[in-house]
């Protein structure tokens, strides 16, 4: 996360840290195989872990599409705008993925309509979405704590 939601980053970091959150997410993934083949008292988690799979997928998935927007459209985004959305989205997310504090439903990227080209746009609402994952995921993974 922190080195995705930069304007510009270091390939190699990128590459690494999207390499540890697909073997986290591998690593989810094959705990939930094992559920399935446990007796049915532990198979009643499987629902919450599927939502919890979905919910981790999910925010991945809208990490991948805002560095893929940031590769493809950066010269058309003023580096100012950029920084400012991404930096309040860098620290939304991560608050929403901290599970000692109380999920925030209210929690929204300011409203400055200063996107003035379309990539910009574009930009605003991936990172909508991405925080609106973010609480998602902090409120299915809270179903786990004890």
Same mark, same amino acid.
């Not at 190699?12 to 195989?33: G, H, V, W």
């Not at 981790?56 to 940031?70: K, T």
């Given at each position: 996360?922190s080195v995705a939601l930069k304007r510009e980053?270091?390939?190699?970091?990128?590459?690494?840290?999207?390499?540890?959150?697909?073997?986290?997410?591998?690593?989810?993934?094959?705990?939930?195989?094992?559920?399935? %083949?446990?007796?049915?008292?532990?198979?009643?988690?499987?629902?919450?872990?599927?939502?919890?799979?979905?919910?981790?997928?999910?925010?991945?998935?809208?990490?991948? %599409?805002?560095?893929?927007?940031?590769?493809?459209?950066?010269?058309?985004?003023?580096?100012?705008?950029?920084?400012?959305?991404?930096?309040?989205?860098?620290?939304?997310?991560? %608050?929403?993925?901290?599970?000692?504090?109380?999920?925030?439903?209210?929690?929204?990227?300011?409203?400055d309509d200063d996107a003035t080209a379309d990539?910009?746009?574009?930009?605003?609402?991936?990172?909508?979405?991405?925080?609106r994952d973010a609480v998602k995921l902090h409120?299915?993974?809270?179903?786990?704590?004890?």
């Open positions: 996360m980053t270091n390939d190699q970091s990128y590459r690494l840290a999207r390499k540890t959150m697909l073997d986290s997410l591998a690593a989810m993934t094959e705990s939930a195989t094992r559920v399935a %083949g446990e007796p049915s008292r532990a198979k009643s988690m499987l629902p919450d872990l599927a939502g919890l799979l979905s919910a981790a997928y999910s925010l991945a998935a809208q990490i991948v %599409g805002i560095r893929v927007l940031l590769n493809h459209r950066l010269a058309d985004i003023d580096p100012a705008f950029a920084d400012r959305l991404l930096a309040q989205s860098r620290a939304i997310v991560l %608050g929403q993925l901290d599970l000692s504090q109380q999920a925030d439903d209210h929690l929204a990227l300011t409203d990539a910009e746009k574009a930009l605003q609402l991936r990172c909508a979405e991405l925080c409120e299915v993974a809270a179903l786990f704590l004890p």
